[in-house]
């Protein structure tokens, strides 16, 4: 079966960074668009960031990561990483990646057809 695998997480300290990665395995994402979502409890899902199928782009960013998080593909690993910089407290949650049949990307989660099963960021002293 198709299959996504997120990486990367652990506690890290405020101003630092994090470099998740999604894996994906029985199919190419190279030919899907990909999602980074994130969930908290207590507050509903939210579209951190998404990357176009191809080579890259158009790429979208929720305006509370804009300017810190990029977004990136390495179509030879077949996975899609997320670089999360100068992290904040406010920034802690599970972290989901997320593939749809699609060429554009979009931060809307309904619209994605796989998803991973998560990984915990922590942000704290």
């Known amino acids: 079966q198709v299959q996504l695998v997120e990486s990367g997480g652990g506690k890290v300290q405020p101003g630092g960074s994090l470099r998740l990665s999604c894996t994906a395995s029985?199919?190419?994402?190279?030919?899907?668009?990909i999602g980074w979502f994130r969930q908290v409890p207590g507050k509903e899902r939210e579209g951190v960031s998404c990357?176009?199928?191809?080579?890259?782009?158009?790429?979208h960013f929720s305006d509370s990561v804009k300017g810190r998080f990029t977004i990136s593909r390495d179509n030879e690993k077949n996975t899609v990483d997320l670089e999360m910089n100068n992290l904040q407290p406010e920034d802690t949650a599970v972290y989901y990646c997320?593939?749809?049949?699609?060429?554009?990307?979009?931060?809307?989660?309904?619209?994605?057809?796989?998803w991973g099963q998560g990984t915990q960021a922590t942000v704290s002293l």
């Open positions: 990357i176009s199928s191809g080579t890259g782009g158009p790429t």
């Open positions: 997320a593939a749809e049949v699609r060429s554009l990307c979009g931060l809307d989660a309904n619209r994605y057809d796989y």
């Open positions: 029985g199919f190419t994402l190279y030919y899907y668009a």
